[in-house]
Every structure is written in C-alpha cells, then in structure tokens.
C-alpha cells in the first residue's frame, strides 16, 4: 500500500473498489468527460473490472488516485500521474465531478501528484496532454508549472503537449 498524499483540503489516495460507483458516475457525465477521449464505463460492475486490474501503484509506485476531500471525507474526483512504457513518460491527470470544478481542487491536487513524481519517484520530467479546446486543464498545467512544448494528436482532435522538468535532477 502506498502512503496517501495529503493537501490543506484533500487526501490523494489508491483507488479501492468502493470507489466504483463513484467513479462510473463521475465518467457518466458527458461535460466530464468531453475533453478525455475516454467512454463511460458501461455499470458500476465494469468499473469495478477497471480498478481491480489497475495495476500502475504496484508497478510504478503512482497512479490515477483517488481525490478525497479532508473537510468530509468525499471522493470528488481523481487526480495523478501515469506511466506509459511505449513512451517511457509518466503524464498528469486530473477529472472532476462538476460541482467540483473552479473551487482549484484540479490545481492543488495536481500540484501535489508533481510533487511526489519529483520529490519521492525522483522523476525526471512530467508531460501533460490535452485536447486544445480544453482551456480549464491548459490552464491547470499553466498553474503548476508546465510549459508548452508542441502540438499533438489526441484522441482524433488537434492536442497540446506540456511538460515539466524536475530542477533537482538535472
């Protein structure tokens, strides 16, 4: 088990399968996930299928977690970095249920899942994708600390890539 991150308002911690219905609503929400090139799970019990064949805390010591909130204990979202081998780079990511959004939970927690790749996994770089109609998560990446390096493909739609060097390490 990997210790949680905490925040001044969040804990970030492994997804578990109590997490399932959660986390199907939150991809249920076409505005949530309209930006993702992600579907929705097709039920709870597909998402269930998801988490339990997770598999990037074991083999990379991070992951997509999930995004608690301190003051009462509500999942809200999830937030983290994931590995992609093909690429040999970890990227950050961020989805939140839309009452959630622009109260800076995106901001803090992503923040803090940098952190941790830099500070604890000793991380190189960082990169973050997104789609370029996505000006809420541009502007997340912007907050903390990404910059721009080139345009990309994601998903059938014209994407940005942004990355983060870690200063300690180079």
Known sequence: MII???TARLTLRQ???DDAENLYLLNLDPDV???????????????????GAYDQYQKYGCGRWAVITAKDGKFIGWCGLSYTPELDEYDIGFRFFKSKWNQGYATESARACIDHGFEELKLE????????????SLKVLEKIGLEYIKPIAFSGHEGLEYGIKNKSTT
Do not use: C, H, Q, W
Not at 33 to 51: A, K, L
Not at 125 to 136: C, D, F, L, S, T
């Open 4 to 6: 949680p991150i905490k």
């Open 15 to 17: 997804l578990t399968i």
């Open 33 to 51: 996930v309209r930006y993702t090139g992600d579907s929705p799970f097709d039920s709870v019990e597909e998402t269930e299928r998801f988490i």
């Open 125 to 136: 770089r960082i990169v973050g994708r997104v789609m370029k109609e996505n000006a809420a």
